[in-house]
């Protein structure tokens, strides 16, 4: 036999390795851009902005760019060649990830009082927290504008999703109490919140977390300074209101202790107010409506252009690789 | 491994090592100050300042905005509040002093009844017109700290400084005088 004749195995292998190539590429690139696309659908996910997120787009790229280098070379025979450009489209798609993934600012969220502005430097905007009476917490249908630096604005309401740039916008609803007190003569006070960022506020959102009994409370405090009265107030749920020996009727409820300027426990300091109801708790008439008030998610998301482009790129070598038919080879004499 | 594909895996690891460099340099300082709320009113100035249509002590409904056009003296004050007491006559003075030059004094109460309010307002002989913020909107909106707060807006509706405090007559004139001589 000939030196130049191929062994047959070897003959056998190499279309072999050229189909297991293809196989990984189209995997990875689907895996690839599953991931990516996954950032628009839920992007508030913490794992996007880790490196193991990063470690497994990279190496879809390359399992992707690799076999795109080599079906330019014709690797891959005419198959490959026409499905490049679809591949050069997924990984531009997958960079994006990478870049979403890597560069993007961790989720955020974003909690103030009705009332207040939140500046938002990642977006080049503002979000404007919506005054929020009683009725509009009970509800819970407020909603945050997002004003932009060139003057336009958008709304983010309950369960709305909104882009910005690189950015998803979204908002998640958090436990809040609209607290209204009054003296013995049945005069309004004013409530403060000395520990909270917003210190003029009737509306309390439980920022945290406090065991009480063996069970964990979302927990806030505020003050009535005309009547140096000091109060802590812990939120049950429904649930946890059913489970107290209190008469609550299953309805939400706000537990409320009442200190002195001295931290001293006032006389008939601690009682529940159920929302909506009035109860004389340390001297002080509190009246409770519990509701939701919004918390802004700001979460990165790849850059949409980049997104478009690779989309686009994928679409068209697909439809390149699929639909146009191949050009006919004419059998020539040497063929025969 | 073929070569091209070698140097596309050391370009994408330099890559990846590169970009999250980049976000461990730029992201350890956590999120700023102002993001975590505080700052105060002083962070507002130049920002648009925020009108709710609120009760007056006189029964009737005011707001800020229909002082557009105006230099106004915003003083968000309780009557509970010590320093507020001790200001108000010179907010009194600087309202007598400057009225006729287009100085508005704008007194918000913060959070109380119209009869704490009424009766301060009494007891100081107060002339300049007072608000009762019972919702406490004005206060949540001008990122009051404390009590008193003052701001100073311009005639086109935006804050020209937020203080935080207490403030001296001689400082409220300083505070007013640029934009009253502007303003007329």
């Avoid at chain 1, 000939?2 to 297991?20: F, L, N, Y």
């Avoid at chain 1, 014709?74 to 798609?93: C, E, K, L």
Wanted: charged letters at 15%; glycine letters at 12%.
């Amino acid at each position: 036999m000939s030196a130049t004749v191929p062994a047959p195995s070897a003959a056998a292998a190499a279309p072999r390795a050229a189909g297991e190539g293809r196989a990984l590429a189209l995997a990875s690139a689907v895996f690839g851009m599953a991931l990516v696309f996954a950032q628009d659908v839920v992007p508030a996910w913490t794992g996007f902005h880790t490196w193991q997120y990063a470690a497994a787009l990279a190496l879809a790229t390359l399992a992707v760019a690799g076999y795109a280098w080599g079906a330019r070379t014709g690797a891959d025979g005419d198959f490959g060649t026409r499905v490049f450009v679809a591949a050069i489209g997924a990984v531009v798609v997958m960079c994006a990830g990478i870049a979403s993934g890597l560069l993007g600012p961790d989720t955020e969220t974003v909690v103030r009082a009705p009332g207040t502005v939140a500046p938002l430097p990642d977006v080049g905007a503002a979000g404007f927290f919506p005054v929020a009476d009683p009725g509009a917490l009970v509800r819970g249908d407020a909603h945050i504008l997002i004003r932009r630096r060139d003057g336009s604005s958008l709304e983010v309401g309950p369960g709305e999703r909104r882009f910005v740039g690189a950015t998803a916008l979204e908002t998640t609803a958090q436990i809040a109490a609209y607290v209204e007190a009054r003296d013995a003569a049945g005069r309004r006070l004013t409530i403060t919140q000395p520990a909270n960022s917003a210190f003029l506020s009737p509306v309390l959102l439980f920022p945290q977390r406090v065991t009480v009994a063996g069970r964990e409370l979302p927990a806030d405090a505020f003050a009535t300074p005309a009547l140096h009265r000091q109060i802590k107030a812990f939120y049950f749920s429904k649930d946890a209101a059913a489970s107290t020996q209190h008469g609550l009727g299953g309805k939400e409820a706000v537990l409320l202790a009442v200190d002195d300027d001295a931290g001293r426990l006032e006389p008939g300091g601690i009682g529940f107010v159920t929302s909506g109801a009035d109860a004389p708790i340390g001297g002080v008439r509190f009246h409770v409506a519990i509701g939701t008030y919004p918390a802004l998610v700001v979460s990165a998301v790849p850059f949409p252009p980049a997104l478009w482009l690779g989309g686009a790129l994928v679409l068209a070598g697909l439809a390149y690789t699929l639909l146009v038919p191949r050009p006919r080879r004419s059998i020539t004499a040497a063929d025969a | 491994m073929p070569r091209q594909t070698s140097g596309l895996l050391v370009a994408l690891i330099a890559l990846v090592a590169i970009a999250y460099t980049v976000k461990l340099y730029f992201g350890a300082g956590g999120p700023p100050a102002s993001r975590l709320g505080g700052g105060g009113p002083a962070m507002l100035a130049g920002a648009p300042a925020q009108s709710y249509p609120t009760r007056t002590l006189r029964g009737g409904t005011d707001g800020l905005d229909r002082y557009r056009g105006h230099v106004v003296f915003v003083n968000l004050w309780a009557s509970w509040c010590a320093p507020c007491r001790s200001e108000t006559p010179a907010l009194e003075s600087l309202y007598r002093d400057d009225a006729a030059r287009g100085l508005v004094v704008l007194g918000i109460d913060q959070g109380e009844s119209a009869e704490a309010a009424g009766a301060f307002a009494k007891e100081m002989h107060l002339s300049y017109p007072i608000l009762l913020d019972e919702d406490q909107q004005y206060g949540r909106a001008y990122a009051a700290v404390g009590l008193p707060t003052s701001l100073i807006v311009d005639a086109t509706g935006h804050i020209v400084r937020g203080i935080d405090g207490e403030m001296s007559l001689a400082q409220m004139h300083e505070a007013v005088d640029p934009l009253l001589r502007t303003h007329s």
